[in-house]
Protein backbone atom coordinates (compact mmCIF):
# COMPACT_ATOMS: atom_id res chain seq x y z
CA UNK A 1 0.00 0.00 0.00
CA UNK A 2 2.60 2.22 0.55
CA UNK A 3 4.59 1.44 -2.16
CA UNK A 4 1.42 2.07 -4.20
CA UNK A 5 0.80 5.53 -2.47
CA UNK A 6 4.56 6.51 -3.30
CA UNK A 7 3.75 6.01 -7.30
CA UNK A 8 1.08 7.47 -6.88
CA UNK A 9 2.23 10.39 -5.62
CA UNK A 10 5.23 10.94 -7.66
CA UNK A 11 3.34 10.48 -10.39
CA UNK A 12 1.03 13.69 -9.51
CA UNK A 13 4.25 15.49 -8.57
CA UNK A 14 5.37 14.52 -11.93
CA UNK A 15 2.28 15.73 -13.76
CA UNK A 16 2.64 18.77 -12.28
CA UNK A 17 5.89 19.91 -13.19
CA UNK A 18 5.41 18.73 -16.64
CA UNK A 19 1.92 21.15 -16.59
CA UNK A 20 4.09 24.37 -15.05
CA UNK A 21 6.92 23.26 -18.06
CA UNK A 22 4.41 24.03 -20.98
CA UNK A 23 4.57 27.20 -22.08
CA UNK A 24 0.91 29.19 -21.24
CA UNK A 25 -1.21 29.83 -24.06
CA UNK A 26 -1.15 33.50 -24.94
CA UNK A 27 -4.36 35.40 -23.73
CA UNK A 28 -6.82 36.03 -26.89
CA UNK A 29 -7.79 39.97 -27.46
CA UNK A 30 -11.19 40.91 -26.35
CA UNK A 31 -12.28 43.23 -29.45
CA UNK A 32 -15.48 44.07 -27.69
CA UNK A 33 -13.36 45.41 -24.74
CA UNK A 34 -10.96 46.90 -27.36
CA UNK A 35 -13.53 48.83 -28.70
CA UNK A 36 -14.75 50.45 -25.35
CA UNK A 37 -11.58 51.84 -25.03
CA UNK A 38 -11.66 53.29 -28.20
CA UNK A 39 -14.73 54.78 -27.62
CA UNK A 40 -13.57 56.22 -24.68
CA UNK A 41 -10.07 57.03 -25.19
CA UNK A 42 -9.32 56.97 -28.48
CA UNK A 43 -11.58 57.90 -30.88
CA UNK A 44 -11.64 61.92 -30.37
CA UNK A 45 -8.09 62.06 -32.67
CA UNK A 46 -8.33 58.66 -34.22
CA UNK A 47 -11.97 58.27 -35.47
CA UNK A 48 -14.07 55.14 -34.10
CA UNK A 49 -12.42 52.78 -36.43
CA UNK A 50 -8.92 54.76 -36.83
CA UNK A 51 -9.59 54.89 -40.71
CA UNK A 52 -9.40 58.78 -41.96
CA UNK A 53 -9.50 61.38 -39.26
CA UNK A 54 -7.36 64.52 -38.77
CA UNK A 55 -4.16 64.25 -41.62
CA UNK A 56 -2.06 65.07 -38.36
CA UNK A 57 -2.97 61.95 -36.85
CA UNK A 58 -2.01 58.35 -38.26
CA UNK A 59 -4.59 55.95 -39.57
CA UNK A 60 -4.16 52.70 -37.56
CA UNK A 61 -6.85 50.68 -38.86
CA UNK A 62 -5.93 47.54 -40.33
CA UNK A 63 -2.38 48.77 -38.64
CA UNK A 64 -0.79 45.28 -36.94
CA UNK A 65 -1.59 44.72 -33.85
CA UNK A 66 1.71 43.74 -32.64
CA UNK A 67 3.26 47.27 -33.96
CA UNK A 68 -0.12 48.79 -32.10
CA UNK A 69 0.87 47.53 -28.88
CA UNK A 70 4.49 48.26 -29.25
CA UNK A 71 4.30 51.62 -29.76
CA UNK A 72 1.60 51.96 -26.96
CA UNK A 73 3.99 50.70 -24.57
CA UNK A 74 6.95 52.81 -25.40
CA UNK A 75 4.55 55.74 -25.05
CA UNK A 76 3.61 54.43 -21.76
CA UNK A 77 7.10 53.69 -20.88
CA UNK A 78 8.56 57.39 -22.35
CA UNK A 79 10.61 55.50 -25.14
CA UNK A 80 8.60 57.43 -27.87
CA UNK A 81 8.07 60.87 -26.77
CA UNK A 82 4.85 62.59 -27.37
CA UNK A 83 2.77 64.75 -24.57
CA UNK A 84 -0.78 63.31 -25.89
CA UNK A 85 -0.04 59.86 -26.45
CA UNK A 86 2.06 59.71 -23.15
CA UNK A 87 -0.87 60.84 -21.55
CA UNK A 88 -3.07 58.24 -23.06
CA UNK A 89 -1.35 55.36 -22.54
CA UNK A 90 -0.11 56.14 -18.70
CA UNK A 91 -3.85 54.03 -17.35
CA UNK A 92 -3.58 51.41 -19.99
CA UNK A 93 -2.65 48.35 -18.53
CA UNK A 94 -1.09 45.48 -20.79
CA UNK A 95 -4.36 43.93 -21.36
CA UNK A 96 -6.11 47.42 -22.39
CA UNK A 97 -3.69 47.53 -25.03
CA UNK A 98 -3.47 44.35 -26.37
CA UNK A 99 -7.41 44.54 -26.58
CA UNK A 100 -7.31 48.13 -28.30
CA UNK A 101 -4.46 47.01 -30.56
CA UNK A 102 -6.15 44.20 -31.88
CA UNK A 103 -9.46 45.81 -32.43
CA UNK A 104 -8.12 48.52 -34.47
CA UNK A 105 -6.19 45.66 -36.29
CA UNK A 106 -9.17 44.57 -36.89
CA UNK A 107 -10.53 47.27 -38.96
CA UNK A 108 -10.02 47.72 -42.96
CA UNK A 109 -8.04 50.79 -43.93
CA UNK A 110 -9.58 52.87 -45.99
CA UNK A 111 -7.42 53.82 -49.62
CA UNK A 112 -5.90 57.02 -49.93
CA UNK A 113 -4.39 59.27 -52.62
CA UNK A 114 -0.88 60.87 -53.64
CA UNK A 115 -1.68 64.43 -54.34
CA UNK A 116 1.21 65.72 -55.72
CA UNK A 117 2.12 64.80 -58.75
CA UNK A 118 5.25 66.97 -59.69
CA UNK A 119 7.17 64.94 -57.12
CA UNK A 120 5.29 61.45 -57.29
CA UNK A 121 7.83 60.35 -59.61
CA UNK A 122 10.53 61.13 -57.16
CA UNK A 123 8.10 59.71 -54.06
CA UNK A 124 8.11 56.17 -56.51
CA UNK A 125 11.95 55.92 -56.63
CA UNK A 126 12.39 56.23 -53.23
CA UNK A 127 10.13 54.11 -51.92
CA UNK A 128 10.59 51.12 -54.50
CA UNK A 129 14.35 51.84 -54.88
CA UNK A 130 16.02 53.96 -52.78
CA UNK A 131 18.77 56.84 -52.93
CA UNK A 132 21.86 54.69 -53.92
CA UNK A 133 23.95 57.89 -53.71
CA UNK A 134 23.00 58.52 -49.69
CA UNK A 135 23.00 54.88 -49.21
CA UNK A 136 18.90 55.42 -48.40
CA UNK A 137 17.94 51.68 -49.05
CA UNK A 138 14.22 51.10 -50.66
CA UNK A 139 11.30 51.56 -48.17
CA UNK A 140 9.47 48.68 -50.08
CA UNK A 141 12.35 46.48 -48.55
CA UNK A 142 10.89 46.50 -45.06
CA UNK A 143 7.58 47.65 -45.56
CA UNK A 144 6.78 45.61 -48.55
CA UNK A 145 5.81 47.14 -52.15
CA UNK A 146 2.25 47.73 -51.38
CA UNK A 147 2.53 49.43 -47.85
CA UNK A 148 1.34 46.45 -45.91
CA UNK A 149 4.66 46.16 -43.68
CA UNK A 150 5.56 43.21 -41.65
CA UNK A 151 3.64 42.00 -38.52
CA UNK A 152 5.66 42.77 -35.25
CA UNK A 153 8.47 44.22 -37.42
CA UNK A 154 7.60 46.97 -39.73
CA UNK A 155 3.94 49.47 -39.80
CA UNK A 156 1.66 49.10 -42.31
CA UNK A 157 2.74 52.30 -44.86
CA UNK A 158 0.03 52.30 -46.92
CA UNK A 159 -2.54 54.62 -47.36
CA UNK A 160 -1.29 56.83 -44.71
CA UNK A 161 -1.80 60.80 -44.29
CA UNK A 162 1.28 62.85 -46.41
CA UNK A 163 1.39 65.30 -43.51
CA UNK A 164 1.58 62.42 -40.34
CA UNK A 165 4.71 60.17 -42.68
CA UNK A 166 6.63 63.70 -43.55
CA UNK A 167 6.05 64.04 -39.86
CA UNK A 168 7.70 61.21 -38.45
CA UNK A 169 10.29 61.29 -41.33
CA UNK A 170 11.42 64.43 -39.92
CA UNK A 171 10.86 63.60 -36.42
CA UNK A 172 13.20 60.93 -37.16
CA UNK A 173 15.65 62.79 -38.94
CA UNK A 174 15.85 65.23 -35.68
CA UNK A 175 16.00 62.62 -33.44
CA UNK A 176 13.25 63.76 -31.80
CA UNK A 177 11.43 59.79 -32.39
CA UNK A 178 14.62 58.11 -30.81
CA UNK A 179 12.77 54.33 -30.65
CA UNK A 180 13.72 53.19 -34.29
CA UNK A 181 17.30 53.51 -34.95
CA UNK A 182 16.95 51.94 -38.30
CA UNK A 183 14.63 54.90 -39.26
CA UNK A 184 16.95 57.74 -37.20
CA UNK A 185 19.93 56.19 -39.61
CA UNK A 186 17.86 56.68 -42.87
CA UNK A 187 15.98 59.65 -42.09
CA UNK A 188 19.30 61.45 -41.47
CA UNK A 189 20.49 61.21 -44.90
CA UNK A 190 17.23 62.53 -46.55
CA UNK A 191 16.21 66.21 -47.62
CA UNK A 192 12.77 67.90 -47.68
CA UNK A 193 12.01 67.39 -51.05
CA UNK A 194 12.60 63.95 -50.42
CA UNK A 195 10.78 63.62 -47.58
CA UNK A 196 7.58 65.27 -48.87
CA UNK A 197 8.08 62.81 -52.21
CA UNK A 198 8.36 59.65 -50.59
CA UNK A 199 5.44 60.66 -48.06
CA UNK A 200 3.12 61.56 -50.81
CA UNK A 201 3.51 58.77 -52.91
CA UNK A 202 3.00 56.24 -49.32
CA UNK A 203 -0.43 58.05 -49.11
CA UNK A 204 -1.77 56.60 -52.23
CA UNK A 205 -0.23 53.19 -51.83
CA UNK A 206 -2.68 50.07 -52.07
Known sequence: MKTAAFLLSSMVLMSGAANAAE????TKPDLT?????SSQVCAACHTADGSRGSPANPIIA???ADYLAKQLHEFKSGKRKNPVMSGMAAPLSDADIRNVSAFYASKGAKPGFAKNKELITLGEKIYRGGIADKQVPA???????NGAGIPAQYPRLGGQHSDYTEAQLTAFRAGGRPNSPQMLAI?????DREIKAVSDYIAGLR
Not at 33 to 37: D, H, L, P, T
Not at 187 to 191: E, F, I, L
Open 23 to 26: PQAA
Open 33 to 37: KGQAI
Open 62 to 64: GQH
Open 139 to 145: CAGCHSP
Open 187 to 191: AAKMS
